[in-house]
Nanobody
Framework: EVRLVESGGGLVQAGGSLRLSCACS????????LGWFRQAPGKEREGISC????????YYADSVKGRFTISADNAKNTVYLQMNNLKPEDTAVYYC???????????????WGQGTQVTVSS
């Protein structure tokens, strides 16, 4: 059974930091691209960062570039999202996902976690 379990969300003041973790199981971790997505109330789910399966190259959406860092630990089957200088507009439910194609598009991912809430106060 494929499972992705996010953790690390919470309430933080603007300018603060959080690190999200996503523990993965049920698939060959280093053969999948991994992505982080978020969905704010009333908005569509958007891709913010992804990391490739091969060389773990990373991509960032403009909205998070320079503030967020994605990484993957193949030994722990875990993908991380380090979020620095958080802003109120980063408030959303954050999801990790695994897919066969390196992409920032939600439709390219077929395995999803349940999400973790991140709230940034001003």
């Amino acid at each position: 059974e494929v499972r992705l379990v996010e953790s690390g969300g919470g309430l933080v003041q603007a300018g603060g930091s959080l690190r999200l973790s996503c523990a993965c199981s049920g698939f060959i971790f280093d053969e999948y691209a991994l992505g982080w997505f978020r969905q704010a109330p009333g908005k569509e789910r958007e891709g913010i960062s992804c990391i490739s399966s091969s060389d773990r190259a990373a991509y960032y959406a403009d909205s998070v570039k320079g503030r967020f860092t994605i990484s993957a630990d193949n030994a722990k089957n875990t993908v991380y999202l380090q979020m620095n200088n958080l802003k109120p507009e980063d408030t959303a439910v954050y999801y990790c996902a695994a897919g066969e194609k390196y992409s920032i598009l939600t439709r390219q991912y077929n395995h999803w976690g349940q999400g973790t809430q991140v709230t940034v106060s001003s």
